[in-house]
């Protein structure tokens, strides 16, 4: 009876604080991009579910074969057809050829999160992984906006963010390394302000990890990010855990 008690007085908690988050602009704004988030989570996925396996890119294609062969070998090495009778004479584009075997000629994060992704849940999550954390993040870049601007601009520049051709174009487009590059620096950048503001070493560690990612995802976006958090990181040095 009394572990029973305790339960209740747990999820009314919860509820009441659920209430005053909700009471609050902030909490009003983040119920709306979370709805949101979700249509349009469905409307980026449609075209990878009507033609999941059909990409008009080299680029997409190699990362989708290396991601499906992480899921199902955990290898990043595919054996030469023919038995690497043409040597390196053929090789489709983003494919390097190693060792008489097919190896990535392109960044590393997306095929192996993604295929690390898959290999939990299924081939199926290859294409599901980068459309959620895209659609996730718009709520975070909201968050980041939110410490700059009004409520209401920062909600408008969410919302547009949405409907932006560039993001919405790689947003359908999974298997491109741009918008999971994107959705893991805007989740690591508000990781980053929590720090700043909180002091706590758990948001140090998730903005580390999250800005790591992003970098392994698009490794070439390093000649600006590095020098921006390397900055950030001398002018709140003395907040930093």
Avoid at 56 to 84: C, H, M, Q, W
Avoid at 149 to 163: D, G, N, Q
Avoid at 216 to 237: G, K, Q
Wanted: hydrophobic residues 55%.
């Amino acid at each position: 009876m009394d572990t029973f008690q305790l339960h209740k007085s747990f999820i009314r908690w919860i509820v009441e604080r659920m209430r005053e988050k909700f009471h609050t602009t902030t909490g009003k704004h983040l119920a709306i991009l979370s709805f949101l988030s979700v249509g349009f989570f469905l409307l980026y996925l449609w075209p990878s579910f009507r033609m999941p396996t059909m990409f008009v890119s080299p680029d997409e294609t190699a990362n989708y074969f290396f991601s499906n062969l992480i899921a199902t070998k955990t290898s990043l090495r595919s054996p030469l057809p023919f038995g690497g009778f043409l040597g390196t004479a053929v090789a489709p584009r983003s494919i390097a050829v190693l060792q008489n075997s097919y190896a990535p000629g392109s960044f590393l994060g997306l095929p192996i999160i993604a295929g690390l992704f898959a290999k939990v849940l299924g081939a199926w999550a290859i294409l599901v992984l980068p459309v959620l954390l895209a659609s996730a993040c718009v709520p975070f870049f909201y968050l980041v906006l939110r410490r700059f601007f009004s409520p209401m601009v920062s909600l408008l520049s969410a919302i547009l963010l949405y409907i932006h051709p560039a993001f919405w174009y790689y947003a359908s487009r999974p298997m491109f390394h741009n918008a999971l590059f994107l959705s893991l620096l805007i989740i690591g950048s508000y990781c980053f302000l929590r720090m700043v503001e909180t002091g706590r070493s758990t948001m140090a560690i998730a903005s580390g990890v999250l800005l790591s990612l992003a970098l392994w995802t698009r490794t070439s976006e390093a000649v600006w990010v590095l020098p921006l958090v390397a900055f950030l990181c001398a002018t709140y040095r003395h907040r930093i855990p």
